[in-house]
Structures are given as C-alpha cells and as structure tokens.
C-alpha cells in the first residue's frame, strides 16, 4: 500500500498540534518538505483513536528498533504522540506501517502527521504518560481472552496454567477497571497488585506480548479466587474455587459468579427445576435466559451456528447471540419457553473458560440482580441482595469500577445487529460528522442509556436498564457522573424526552436548576447559582429514534423515520408509537401514524395485552365490543371485568388514546388466544412473530386515510387499522392457522408502510423503535422498501429499542444549539 493510499483510508491529515504542553514554533512546521529523501527529518504522527491499552506504544518502539530511527512514543488523554527522526524515506515507509501493522485491538480514528527539523534524538524512548490536556483518547471496552492467553491458561507447563486472571495487551479488562484516564496501571482497580518479578520482566520486554499490558498479573501476584456460601464464609479458595462450583453447579445449585462487569447468576442449563428455581428466586418469569456455553461446538450443539455467526460469537466483544434453536438441544425448556431462539455466548474471560471447562455442560448465564435492576459488582453487595438467590458465591478480589452487562445481538438483514449495547461496545463512541458542543442526553426510560457528545464523539454509555427502581436511578446517576469526570467536560445542555414522568426527565429538569428534584437527583447548586446552568433541551421520542439512526448511519439529510415502538409521549400529550416522522436533527413533521385506540387501565394495558384488544374493538365497533357474541372481546374478560372495563372506555377514565404500534401487535395477539396478560413487554409480540407462517404472502388490508384537517397545511394521513381487525376476526372465527393469520398480519403492516413511503415520496426511510426487534418486520419491510425503490437504514452497532434514544436526543439537541 502506497503512502497515499494510506492516507485516504486513515483520513490522514497534515496537522501542527503539538503534544500537550509542547508549543511548536510555526516555522517549524513542514519546513522542509522539499529536501533530499535521504537527508535526515523528524515525522511526529498523532494516533487517535482506541490506541491506548493495546499494545500500541510496544508496537511503535518495535517498529522504531526495526527500522533504526531514534525518537520518542507517548500516551496522552487524547491518543498516542511519536517521533521519530532518521531519512524521509524511512520515515514515509515507518508512516506507513504504524497504519497498516497496527496491534490488532487498536481502532485508529485518524493519524496526523507533521515533518519537523531534526532534533538530534539518540536513541528510542518509551515516555511517561502525560495527563494534561483534553481528555479524548477512547477509552477500549473489555476484551474477551485471546487464543494465546486461553492456551496458557490450559497449558500445565505454563505458569499461568489454570489461572483465571490472565490477560495481555490483546484481551483482558479495561473499561470495568478504569479509574481515570489515561489508561496505565495506577489508574485502574490493578493499582493494588504489585507485579512479581516475573511479570514485571514481561510488563518490560518490548518484545512480550505482555509489554505494559496494565492489567497484567500471576498467580503469584494477581488476584485470587473464593467460594463462599450464602453468608459469605470462605469454603475454597484459589485452586479448588473453579471444580467445586461446578460440582455445585451439577448438583444444581445457582452460583453467583463475579465476572467482569458484575455477576452473573449461574445454574445448569439442563436442569429444568435448578433454572426454574432461578426463576422464581430472581423474579423473572418469562424473559429468555443467556446461556454460556463452553466452545463453539457446544454452540453447535444447541444452535444452528452460521458462519457470520460464529465468527461474532468468538469476537472480542463476544457477546450475547440470539439463535435458533436445534430442536434437539440439551437445555430445560424453563430457559427460554416457547422461543425459537437461544441466547448465546461464549466465555469471555479465563474464568468463565474454566468454569464452564470444569462443568462440562451449557450454563444459564443471567444478570445478577433482582428482576431489571443493574447488574451487581461488589461481592459484599452481592451477598446482600442476591443471598436470597444464590447458594454460593464465587469471588474474587479484583474491584470492578463500573457495571458492565453482557451485550445482546442478533442477525438481521445480513449482518450483526445490537439489541442491548453494553460489554464489548461500550463505550465505545458513534463518531458524527460534524464537531458537537458538550451535550449530556439522559435517555428514556425503559432500557435506559445516556450519552455524551465531546467533539465528533457521542459517548454512549452501556445498558442501564429501566429507571423504575431506587437501584436503577442511582446507577443512571453513577453513570452520568462517571462520564463527565472521564472525560473532564461539563454539559453545555442537557437533553431529554417530553415524558414529564420519566425520571430521566425529572432528573434532568433538577439537574438545570428547572424544578427541585430533591433527593439525590439534585443539580449542581452552586452552578445554578452563578447562572450557568446547562439549557434544558426536550426531544420528542420518536424524532429522537429517526435522529438516532441518521447519526449512527452518518446522514445528515432528511428521511422518512418508520418509528414503531411500545410507548413515546407525543407533542398532542397522547401516547405515540405508530408513527412516519419526516425529518433530520433539526425537525419533523408527523406525515402518518396509526389510527388512534384508547387503552383501558393506561399501563395496565403493558401487562395485559387483552386490554389493548378491547380498546381496539371499542373503538370499531363501540358498546358492541362488550356485549357483541363472537366479537372476540367477550372471551378474553369475565362479565364483571368487562362491566368495570367498559365503564371506563364509555367515560374515558384511565383510557389514556394512542397510535402505539406495539400496542396493535398486543392487541392482535390477544384475539388469536395469545398471551392474554404478559410477564414483560414485548412477550405477546414476540409470540405473534414466531407463529408467523414464512410461506404465507396474503396480507391484511390497511386503509390509509387522509388526515383530519387541522391546523397546519398537511394533516398526518391515518392509517386505518380497522379493516385489518375485521380480517382478523373472520380468520380467527373461521378457523384460520394462526400462522396464517400472523403472516397476513405482518404483511399487511408492510404494505401500508410501503405505501405511506411511496405517498410521502421521501428516498431514504430509516427504520427505529422497539419493533424493529421482530425480525419479519425489519427484514420484510426493508426488503419491500428496498424493492420500491428506497434506501433503508437500520440500525446496526446503536439497539433500535430505547437503548438507542440518548443519541438521538444529543443530535437533536445540538441542531437546536445551532450547531
Ligand atoms: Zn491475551
Ligand atoms: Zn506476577
Ligand atoms: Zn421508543
């Protein structure tokens, strides 16, 4: 590869900024560009990027010894700094083979590179990190272990045989035990492990694969592990912790293990009664359960593994896999009832490869908490709130600085995509296309992330969860002061959504000094006090789902935003879910949703999906609904219910009206005898999914009605539901295959979106909300899409569930700063 050639995939650009605290006269730049290719110059190049903890600085002072050109490399807060000084030609050629024989974990944003006179270097060193300046330089997610160091670790005749804390510059932890930046030893939870003489010889050999891997460590040195029981007494330690929980484990045990980002809640996953006491212990009834299996194979064994597959399975990222299951698998039906799909994932660390070596057998492999609070990272924590849980505790002594949960994705459209962002990702930034002010957006509410813009960067922060517990509110605020005092900034505003409920919402109205949040969501007093308190910025739901996937596929134009989600508060006040926003990060117009239903018991309709059916077939067909034989309410409610029920539709009490296309799916599902009530949102949706039938091409019809008019030129067209519903009752009455009936369901959504798209005339349509996780929706309407003539965008690398809104409120937020 050519020097240009280099420069154009590194977007490379010819820069004069100078390492912090070394000004640089502006003379000397590019002064000699002209001279002889063999006369002496230095080249500085700054690497930005996920540069730090990965080998990088070795990686220069090898290249540097190999090609005999004296000089200097540094870490810094914003990336790495080299210089090197010897002729030009060997300096282009070094230019060219930091970029393109880069360690393998680094993720290069861009190379600067300046030529300078030469500065009489003698020899190559390797600095001291320097903390000044602006705190850029990404900050790497964990990184599952590497085939070099999972082969030590099973090697008898290798020290670290057996040794669950090992790690080199190529894997191991790095953001749950980031303290501070930049990334080096005393600034991670490492700082108390003094390093053996053994693993100081490697920590300082640049040819060790260990050369300043900051989390190194030995037996001899490293953490250590412990088994205790329930109340915390140690019943093995070191080398007998790892066989005897998975003795428990086959006794069928739960074992609460610490991990990397917090604990997981363990227990064999062929041990129908062990997963459903889990179940019951957890109060978590009906989501899917994660398993950990120990190797591909064992994958093989319980999934149709594809290429692509696996090769996201055994990632550095390695995250939670989504995939069919054999029919044949070894695993208890209690682990994912009913579902087609098995969430999978390999061992990311040399704990768990050798837990699950010891036991031999898949393990459920869950979140270590109690129902959706954050995950647990402190085992004396732990014990308090999981002992009702687990039976044992398997611990070690290497502190966690922050949760990080297991990411979850699946394969859709071709490629991985995320449903929960977290370890292996976070937080890692979506990088947008222009320069952003320090903006601070607080997300949602359910699935909650937050997000914070320096520069081009959108950090965004890894799962949360849903802010509906003590426990989840104080994460969200540990969360949100972490990434300030990371990356040292301080919020010029703070986004969030039009909910006034959300306690996102609520915090962020404290935050500015708006409302008293009291409690501990208060702001910063003293900020408010001398009037610099950050603008609050509220962002509509759905234009923060349409912005979200803009930003993340980099477009910066309009398109048609197929928003379709559970619940987003609406600029009316109504709940919005059906929703075909056109716009961009500067607005929206509301071009079609769904016609409008309402909803007996408000969020009493999340958990039971039959209430979505009776609205529905209120608003067809009025008092009929209740009384009508064969119209398919009476079924779903006793007499006295739907008495109490149809009071407060004919009142309009508690009947909050919306065009929620998650709702639609509930209450569809609930007339064909699914899932009357669910256990979680999403539950009788994902049912319908499933039943869908691949062969069937009928669809349901859909009438797209021109909007009321109203105030404004273009009303929003509405797409009239109700000729689907009658379909669906005559297929429901007559007998029809359910499968039939949630195929012709799904395909008839398809074709209305097809035709509001075409209607509306808009290229480019981005799909985004909770919906987008069935799987027929998003491939059948992006294909149809695709073949009317549309470019789609999906989301890929950012959850299309509300895990994805902090993005799109940062970019609204700064359309609105004029930026
Ligand atoms: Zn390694
Ligand atoms: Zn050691
Ligand atoms: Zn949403």
Not at 599 to 620: H, K, S
Not at 700 to 721: E, Q
Request: aromatic share 6%; glycine share 10%; proline share 7%.
């Amino acid at each position: 590869m050519g020097l240009r050639a280099a420069r154009g995939l590194w977007s490379t650009v010819q820069g004069t900024r100078a390492p912090a605290g070394r000004a640089v006269p502006r003379e000397e730049v590019d002064a000699t560009p002209e001279e002889h290719p063999a006369s002496p110059q230095r080249l500085r190049l700054e690497v930005r990027g996920a540069v730090q903890g990965v080998g990088f600085r070795p990686f220069v002072f090898r290249l540097a010894g190999e090609l005999a050109l004296p000089g200097w490399v540094l870490n810094d807060a914003r990336g790495v700094f080299i210089e090197v000084e010897g002729p030009r030609r060997t300096l282009e050629r070094f230019h060219e083979r930091i970029v393109s024989e880069r360690p393998p974990r680094a993720l290069v944003q861009s190379v600067e590179a300046a030529w300078l006179p030469p500065a009489g270097f003698t020899a190559f060193e390797i600095r001291h990190s320097d903390e000044a300046g602006v705190k850029t330089a990404l900050v790497l997610p964990d990184l599952a272990t590497c085939p070099d160091c999972l082969a030590e670790v099973l090697d008898p005749a290798e020290r670290r045989h057996g040794y669950a804390f090992t790690n080199c510059t190529n894997c191991g932890p790095r953001f749950t035990i980031l303290r501070g930046l930049p990334y080096d030893r005393p600034n991670t939870t490492m700082r108390g492990f003094a390093l053996c003489v053994d693993c100081r010889r490697e920590y300082q050999e640049p040819r060790d694969r260990r050369f300043h891997a900051q989390p190194i460590a030995c037996p001899a040195c490293g953490p250590a592990l412990a088994l205790w029981d329930a109340g915390g007494a140690a019943l093995s330690g070191r080398e007998t912790a790892i066989p005897a929980a998975a003795s428990a484990l086959a006794e069928g045990r739960i074992v609460a293990v610490k991990g990397l980002g917090g604990f997981h809640l363990v227990c064999d996953a062929r041990d129908g009664a062990a997963v459903a006491r889990l179940r019951q212990r957890k109060l978590r009834l009906g989501k899917p359960l994660a398993l950990m299996v120990r190797d591909l194979d064992q994958a093989r064994e319980l999934c149709e593994v594809s290429d692509l597959a696996a090769r996201q399975l055994a990632s550095v990222e390695a995250p939670i896999l989504l995939l069919p299951r054999r029919a044949t698998a070894p695993v208890a039906a209690e682990v994912a009832p009913g579902n087609p799909y098995l969430g999978v994932m390999l061992p990311a660390t040399p704990l768990h490869h050798l837990l699950l070596r010891a036991c031999g057998f898949p393990v459920v492999a869950t979140s270590g908490n109690l129902s959706d609070e954050p995950i647990c990272t402190d085992e004396y924590r732990a014990l308090n709130r999981l002992g009702a849980i687990a039976d044992l505790f398997l611990v070690h002594n290497r502190a966690i600085e922050r949760h990080v949960d297991d990411s979850v994705a699946w394969i859709a459209a071709g490629r991985m995509r995320l449903l929960r962002r977290a370890r292996g990702f976070a937080p890692l930034p979506v990088t947008v296309k222009r320069e952003l002010p320090v903006i601070l957006a607080v997300g949602a509410h359910l699935k909650n992330t937050v997000a914070l813009s320096v520069g081009r960067q959108v950090f965004l922060s890894q799962h949360i969860g849903d802010l509906e517990t003590e426990e989840a509110l104080s994460a969200f605020e540990r969360v949100i002061a972490d990434f300030q005092r990371l990356y040292d900034v301080r919020p010029v505003a703070i986004a969030h959504d039009l909910h006034p409920d959300y306690l996102s919402t609520r915090w962020a109205l404290a935050a500015t000094g708006t409302v008293d949040g009291g409690g501990t969501a208060g702001g910063d007093p003293a900020a408010t006090a001398r009037g610099v308190a950050p603008r609050l910025i509220g962002v509509q739901h759905h234009h923060a789902h349409l912005v979200s996937c803009l930003a993340e596929n980099k477009v910066e134009g309009r398109a048609l935003g197929v928003t379709w989600d559970g619940t987003g508060y609406g600029t009316d006040g109504t709940v919005w879910g059906g929703e075909f926003l056109l716009g961009d990060a500067a607005g929206f117009e509301r071009m079609a949703h769904l016609r409008p239903f309402p909803l007996p018991g408000g969020e009493a309709a999340v958990r039971e999906p039959r209430r979505a059916a009776l609205g529905l077939l209120w608003e067809a067909h009025g008092e009929e609904a209740l009384v009508g034989p064969g119209r398919g309410a009476a079924g779903l409610f006793d007499g006295a219910e739907l008495k109490v029920i149809g009071r407060m539709l004919d009142r309009g009490l508690n009947c909050p009206v919306t065009t929620s296309m998650g709702r639609l799916f509930d209450a569809v599902a609930a007339l064909m005898g699914l899932h009357p009530s669910v256990t979680f949102e999403g539950e009788a949706a994902m049912a319908l999914e499933w039943l869908a039938d691949p062969a069937e091409r009928g669809a349901y019809p859909v009438d797209l009605l021109p909007g009321r008019a109203r105030a404004g030129p273009r009303p929003p067209v509405v797409l009239d539901w109700g000729p689907l519903l009658e379909a669906v009752l005559e297929d429901v009455r007559c007998g029809v295959a359910r499968g039939i009936i949630s195929a012709r369901f799904h395909n008839g959504l398809v074709r209305a979106a097809v035709a509001v798209a075409g209607s509306v005339g808009e290229e480019r349509v981005a799909l985004s909300g909770g919906c987008f996780q069935n799987r027929l929706l998003t491939e059948r309407l992006a294909a149809a899409l695709e073949r009317a003539g549309h470019t789609v965008l999906l989301h890929a690398l950012v959850p299309p569930n509300d895990g994805g809104v902090s993005l799109g409120q940062i970019v609204v937020a700064a359309a609105q700063l004029g930026t």
